[in-house]
């Protein structure tokens, strides 16, 4: 399975529930610090480069990103956590994720750090991490060259399990 942003936290939500899954590309998921963002920081992010991953993660949640009450949002972000860390999906204490996951992004994403990354590689029995350069949310210069290496990465993923 190969998950993008919003695509790749719910890889990794899989990868910890789902047995059938062999190996999990997360590239460039939300973990933990894009949801453990301040309330009155959102207005502000909604206008920066990270805005649009901010507007989709609002929607995806049940909220209009361009009519936000940030008081209905903070109330539903206690009782309705999307972090994978308060989820207990990762951190100390969650159960290992024994799926291999390749987690990748770019080394300065203002959505999905680098500390989330090393959440799930801590997170994993079988995990690594390739960070693309001084790139934005999801290595967007490395479009191109990251996908064929990431389809090895599960050929080999594969090819471990059936030897070939």
Excluded at 64 to 77: G, R
Excluded at 111 to 140: F, K, Y
Aim: aromatic residues 8%; proline residues 7%.
């Amino acid at each position: 399975m190969i998950g993008r942003s919003f695509g790749g936290y719910y890889s990794i939500r899989m990868a910890a529930d789902e047995p059938r899954l062999k190996a999990v590309v997360n590239y460039c998921g939300l973990v933990h610090s894009a949801f453990a963002v301040q309330p009155q920081a959102i207005p502000g992010i909604l206008k920066s480069s990270a805005g649009t991953t901010m507007r989709t993660a609002l929607r995806r949640m049940g909220f209009d990103p361009d009519n936000l009450d940030i008081e209905e949002f903070v109330k539903f972000s206690e009782n309705d956590p999307f972090s994978l860390l308060e989820l207990g999906v990762v951190g100390v204490g969650a159960p290992p994720i024994s799926t291999p996951i390749l987690s990748i992004n770019g080394g300065r994403d203002p959505v999905s750090s680098l500390d989330d990354m090393q959440l799930v590689v801590d997170a994993t029995t079988n995990g690594e991490v390739w960070i693309l350069g001084l790139d934005a949310h999801c290595a967007p210069n490395h479009t191109k060259t990251i996908y064929p290496q990431m389809i090895n990465w599960l050929d080999e993923k594969l090819n471990e399990d059936f030897g070939d």
